[in-house]
């Protein structure tokens, strides 16, 4: 028997960054949106745990016990008393070390696989315990829909989404390192005093009403400035999708994956379809939100 799980990517329509704790986090205020672009993880009996991967960028994942799904495997195990044997098969589709939470959605996926593999139930709230201790955005990769987190993003509220958004990605050559991006953050904010982070009632409002317009002028990343500043070429590839008709360009979260919202489908393959000539991507995907969370397939 095997099981897959299928899992989203997210994007951060509100990322509001305060200055940094002293466990090296940065206190948060997180609008998490799911954008259908997933990855699939599949568990089957091992005689060992073992990782595979596929798909785009798969190249980048490390398979050894480093991988966030094989941790999450471990966990789920040693919750159980369980030895974790199992092997996992990572199907890419997120982009890698791009701002869109792939490893967390990865996370989240094995853990759900395994849990339906084993036969172990784990009821819903110690599973988002788990994916807590994994990583900020585990948690919302393995619910999905949309949320707002705080704290280091890890405590989620779900937020009501009252339409359809359509989204184009633009996956950039090569990631960027999550600490590295907080890292920068900190070296450009230091010495001055960083707001408290909080949600945009706007944003909420727009996201509540299904307003395209609203959530475009509303969208805000507190970390763009610092992915601008480690790669300077972003600013670049947001100007053509701008150009393009996208109503509103940022940074996914650490980037560096840029992000544009669309006015409908259509508008979105005309924006991928430029941002792909331009030169200024590898890819350009289309996506619409929101997608549901980790699903057995
Ligand atoms: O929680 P996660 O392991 O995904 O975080 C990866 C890194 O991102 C952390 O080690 C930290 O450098 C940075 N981070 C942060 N503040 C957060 C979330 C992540 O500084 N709220």
Request: hydrophobic share 50%; glycine share 12%; charged share 15%.
């Amino acid at each position: 028997m095997t099981v897959t799980v299928r899992v989203p990517a997210k994007v951060n329509v509100q990322l509001a960054v305060g200055g940094v704790r002293g466990d090296g986090f940065h206190p948060l205020a997180n609008v998490f949106l799911a954008v259908g672009l997933y990855d699939e993880v599949t568990a089957a009996p091992a005689r060992e745990l073992r990782v595979t991967c596929s798909g785009p960028g798969s190249q980048y994942v490390p398979l050894d016990r480093t991988n966030l799904a094989a941790r999450a495997a471990i966990a789920l195990a040693e919750l159980h008393g369980l030895a974790p044997d199992v092997h996992l098969h990572i199907d890419k589709d997120i982009p890698v070390a791009g701002g869109m939470a792939g490893g967390s959605a990865d996370a989240a996926g094995a853990l759900l696989a395994c849990d339906v593999l084993w036969g172990t139930r784990t009821p819903r709230e110690q599973l988002l315990a788990i994916c807590a201790g994994l990583g900020s955005d585990v948690p919302f990769s393995y619910v999905g829909g949309a949320a707002l987190g705080v704290g280091r993003g890890e405590q989620l509220t779900p937020l009501e989404v009252g339409g359809e958004f359509h989204w184009v990605f633009a996956v950039a050559d090569g990631g960027l390192s999550t600490p590295a991006v907080y890292g920068e953050f900190d070296r450009l904010t230091a010495g001055t005093e960083v707001p408290e982070p909080a949600a945009s009632a706007a944003l909420l409002t727009a996201l509540r009403t299904g307003d395209t317009a609203a959530l475009a002028a509303g969208l805000s990343n507190d970390l763009q400035a610092a992915a601008l500043s480690l790669r300077p070429s972003l600013a670049e590839t947001l100007a053509q999708g701008t150009r393009a008709g996208a109503l509103a360009a940022l940074v996914s979260g650490s980037g560096p994956t840029t992000a544009f919202l669309a006015k409908d489908a259509e508008g979105a393959h005309r924006v991928a379809q430029a941002l792909l000539a331009s030169g200024t991507c590898v890819a350009a995907r289309v996506a619409v939100a929101p997608a549901p969370g980790a699903v057995v397939l």
